[in-house]
C-alpha cells in the first residue's frame, strides 16, 4: 500500500451547496447557469487524434463565447518569431511613443485558446492594461508538449528585452498561461536575462501534480473547471517529472522573482495553487499580493460581473504602481 492509499478520506454525505447572496446579481446569476461548459471525459493519452478534435471544438466554443464581446476595432500586427507568432496590439488611448509593453501568455489547459482565439482575445484584453499588448500564440500538446510551449514564451520575452528595457515589461497570463508566465520567470532568470518589473498571475496552476486540497474540494463547485485538468497536465508534461520547476513553479527557488498580483476565488479549482505560491514568494521575500474573491471559480464570472470590474481595477492599479516605479 502507498502513502497516497492509506491517507485518511473524509466522506461526505452528498448535500446541495446554494448560491450564495454575499455576491451580486450578476455573479450569482453566472452560478445559476451552472457549467460553462458540459463535463466532457478527456481523450487517452495516447489518443492524438482525440485530443486534437477536442481542442478543434474548445476553440470553435471559446470563439463563440468570445464573438459576444465587440472587441475595439484596434489594429493588429504580428511577428513572426519562426516557431509562433507574436501578436502586437496598441490600444487606441496608448500613445504610440509609450513604450510599456505588457506580455499575456493566454490560458487553455495547454491545449486550447491558440490562433484565431488568441488574435480575438488579445484584442479583447488588451484595452484593460492602458500599454502596448504582445500575445503570444505558442504551440501546444499534443503535437508540441513541453518544453515546447515555454520555449516559444521565452523566445518571445527575449524578442521583447531587444527592443525594451525589463523595467518597461510586464508579463502575465491565466490559468496554464499563469503557470507559463511563472515558470517563464524562473528560466528566464536561471538564464541570466533581466527580469520584468512585475507578473500578474490569474488564477495560475502553479502544482501539475495536483496535490492541493482544492482540486478535490472545489471540484464540481467551479463552474469552469468542471473535471480534473489531470489528462492535460500529464499531455503537457510530455513524460517529465511534473516536480520541475519549470513545469510545477511552486517547486522553483523563488528568490529575485519580481512583483506578483494574484487572484483567485473560493469556488475556483486552482485556489490551493494560488495561495501555496503566494505563501512560497513571501517565504522568500517577494512582495505579492494575493486578492480572493467571493464564490468566484476558475476565470472570475467572464466578465459580466462587479466583481470581474473590481479584479481587472487591482491589477490595473497593481501594474501601473510598478511601471512608474
Given at each position: 500500500?502507498?502513502?497516497?492509499?492509506?491517507?485518511?478520506?473524509?466522506?461526505?454525505?452528498?448535500?446541495?451547496?446554494?448560491?450564495?447572496?454575499?455576491?451580486?446579481?450578476?455573479?450569482?446569476?453566472?452560478?445559476?447557469?451552472?457549467?460553462?461548459?458540459?463535463?466532457?471525459?478527456?481523450?487517452?493519452?495516447?489518443?492524438?487524434?482525440?485530443?486534437?478534435?477536442?481542442?478543434?471544438?474548445?476553440?470553435?466554443?471559446?470563439?463563440?463565447?468570445?464573438?459576444?464581446?465587440?472587441?475595439?476595432?484596434?489594429?493588429?500586427?504580428?511577428?513572426?518569431?519562426?516557431?509562433?507568432?507574436?501578436?502586437?496590439?496598441?490600444?487606441?488611448?496608448?500613445?504610440?511613443?509609450?513604450?510599456?509593453?505588457?506580455?499575456?501568455?493566454?490560458?487553455?489547459?495547454?491545449?486550447?485558446?491558440?490562433?484565431?482565439?488568441?488574435?480575438?482575445?488579445?484584442?479583447?484584453?488588451?484595452?484593460?492594461?492602458?500599454?502596448?499588448?504582445?500575445?503570444?500564440?505558442?504551440?501546444?500538446?499534443?503535437?508540441?508538449?513541453?518544453?515546447?510551449?515555454?520555449?516559444?514564451?521565452?523566445?518571445?520575452?527575449?524578442?521583447?528585452?531587444?527592443?525594451?528595457?525589463?523595467?518597461?515589461?510586464?508579463?502575465?497570463?491565466?490559468?496554464?498561461?499563469?503557470?507559463?508566465?511563472?515558470?517563464?520567470?524562473?528560466?528566464?532568470?536561471?538564464?541570466?536575462?533581466?527580469?520584468?518589473?512585475?507578473?500578474?498571475?490569474?488564477?495560475?496552476?502553479?502544482?501539475?501534480?495536483?496535490?492541493?486540497?482544492?482540486?478535490?474540494?472545489?471540484?464540481?463547485?467551479?463552474?469552469?473547471?468542471?473535471?480534473?485538468?489531470?489528462?492535460?497536465?500529464?499531455l503537457y508534461s510530455g513524460?517529465?517529472?511534473?516536480?520541475?520547476?519549470?513545469?510545477?513553479?511552486?517547486?522553483?527557488?523563488?528568490?529575485?522573482?519580481?512583483?506578483?498580483i494574484l487572484t483567485t476565488?473560493?469556488?475556483?479549482?486552482?485556489?490551493?495553487?494560488?495561495?501555496?505560491?503566494?505563501?512560497?514568494?513571501?517565504?522568500?521575500?517577494?512582495?505579492?499580493?494575493?486578492?480572493?474573491?467571493?464564490?468566484?471559480?476558475?476565470?472570475?464570472?467572464?466578465?459580466?460581473?462587479?466583481?470581474?470590474?473590481?479584479?481587472?481595477?487591482?491589477?490595473?492599479?497593481?501594474?501601473?504602481?510598478?511601471?512608474?516605479?
Amino acid at each position: 500500500m502507498t502513502a497516497a492509499d492509506s491517507r485518511a478520506v473524509f466522506h461526505l454525505p452528498a448535500r446541495d451547496i446554494p448560491v450564495p447572496t454575499s455576491v451580486s446579481e450578476e455573479a450569482q446569476a453566472m452560478l445559476s447557469a451552472g457549467p460553462l461548459v458540459p463535463p466532457e471525459a478527456w481523450p487517452e493519452p495516447d489518443d492524438l487524434d482525440g485530443w486534437r478534435a477536442r481542442v478543434a471544438r474548445l476553440d470553435q466554443q471559446f470563439l463563440a463565447m468570445l464573438g459576444a464581446a465587440t472587441p475595439p476595432a484596434s489594429q493588429v500586427d504580428e511577428i513572426d518569431l519562426g516557431h509562433c507568432p507574436v501578436y502586437v496590439i496598441l490600444p487606441d488611448d496608448v500613445s504610440p511613443d509609450d513604450r510599456r509593453v505588457y506580455l499575456d501568455i493566454h490560458g487553455g489547459a495547454w491545449t486550447c485558446g491558440g490562433g484565431d482565439a488568441c488574435r480575438l482575445l488579445a484584442r479583447l484584453l488588451a484595452p484593460r492594461f492602458g500599454a502596448r499588448f504582445w500575445s503570444v500564440d505558442y504551440r501546444m500538446p499534443p503535437d508540441h508538449p513541453y518544453p515546447a510551449p515555454l520555449d516559444d514564451c521565452l523566445a518571445a520575452y527575449r524578442a521583447l528585452l531587444e527592443v525594451r528595457r525589463p523595467e518597461e515589461i510586464i508579463v502575465g497570463g491565466g490559468s496554464a498561461g499563469g503557470n507559463l508566465a511563472a515558470a517563464l520567470i524562473l528560466r528566464a532568470r536561471d538564464e541570466g536575462l533581466p527580469l520584468p518589473a512585475a507578473v500578474v498571475l490569474l488564477t495560475p496552476a502553479t502544482d501539475l501534480t495536483s496535490s492541493g486540497d482544492t482540486w478535490q474540494t472545489n471540484l464540481g463547485l467551479d463552474t469552469a473547471l468542471t473535471v480534473t485538468a489531470a489528462p492535460a497536465m500529464r499531455l503537457y508534461s510530455g513524460g517529465h517529472d511534473l516536480r520541475d520547476p519549470y513545469l510545477s513553479p511552486l517547486f522553483g527557488d523563488l528568490r529575485q522573482f519580481p512583483p506578483v498580483i494574484l487572484t483567485t476565488g473560493t469556488r475556483d479549482v486552482l485556489l490551493s495553487d494560488t495561495v501555496r505560491l503566494h505563501r512560497a514568494l513571501l517565504a522568500a521575500d517577494v512582495p505579492a499580493e494575493l486578492h480572493v474573491f467571493e464564490a468566484a471559480g476558475h476565470g472570475m464570472f467572464m466578465g459580466r460581473a462587479p466583481e470581474d470590474r473590481d479584479r481587472d481595477r487591482q491589477v490595473r492599479r497593481f501594474i501601473d504602481q510598478h511601471w512608474n516605479r
